[in-house]
């Protein structure tokens, strides 16, 4: 299974680009750029990633993204990311940036865009990884705020191909972002959101019915609410899940009472990601590796993990068509 696993073809739809600042880059940007962190080896940050909540999370990932200063920073950052996708076989990869996470410190919003979408592009040319490129607003952060960076994306609608919204879902309900979801969509943006994490299922309904989303980023409360359940499969609305994401930070104490398996089999387009790596443990393949260890799943079914996650990206329909071939010829010589 680790061998099949390994060389499956997979899609990421649920990647922080910030949460894969590995330690050791961290402390080489950290030099490079004379920023202080409170660590003195890779070590130590290690054993700082130990989280009890979203929360706790959260307060050290912002006080890591202080090292990203210069258009250089977010290409090495995003490149170190997509070295990992070509060693987990990841073929496309749809990345979330939090760019209040960086002009709130001064940095331009070209900087950001700048490095990261340059390794985007080397990386389709140079290393087959297709991508696409979504824009998060920081719900713990004003309407005000977000609306502000939205009209900052505007210049680059050529290189984004959707907002989202994240950060601390407690006490930022979907409503409050109600109109700039609108605009967003009226700027011809696809829309996706974090809900249903740490959130109960009421903001997933909330996020379907006033956010205007097509792809729910986690999701896994979705059970508290049988209504909603049939309708995300009667829709084939798509549930972006982090298996070592939701048991690191307590939304599930183990991976055996993980319920992503059960929702695949109940019939909903459910996928599996990593959401941000270096903090969690682990990039796609260890999350796979994670249910497949914790939980009697087939060939078949970690098949259509990446099967889900390929119709539910942002690609056009001949690629997507394309992208099942590999997948289903996969299966079908090693099963």
Known sequence: MDSFIKN???????????????????????????????????????????FHNLQSFLDIYYQGANVLIHEQDFYD?????????????????????????????????????????????????ELGISSQLIMCFLRHLDEDSAFETLKQALPYKDKIIAVGLDSSEQ????????HVFQEAINQGFLTVAHAGEEGPAQNIIDALSLLGITRIDHGVRCVEDEDLMEQLIAK??????????NTKLKVFETMQEHNIVELLRKGLCVTINSDDPAYFGGYMNDNFLAVANAHPVTKNELAQFSINAIEASFISPHAKEDLITQVRQYLAANT
């Open 236 to 245: 084939r609305t798509p549930l972006t899940v982090c298996p070592l994401s």
């Open 8 to 50: 499956l073809p997979k899609v990421e739809l649920h990647l922080h680009i910030e949460g894969t600042l590995e330690p050791e880059l961290m402390f080489q940007l950290a030099k490079r750029n004379n920023v202080s962190i409170p660590f003195e080896t890779p070590d130590q940050v290690r054993d700082a990633y130990q």
């Open 171 to 178: 006490g930022n309900p979907p409503e409050k972002f109600k």
């Open 77 to 125: 950052l995003t490149w170190a990311y997509l070295l990992k996708c070509q060693q987990d076989n990841v073929v496309h990869t749809e990345i979330f940036f939090d760019p209040q996470t960086h002009t709130e410190r001064g940095i331009a919003f070209e900087v950001i865009v700048g490095g990261i979408t340059r390794a985007l592009n080397q990386a389709e040319q």
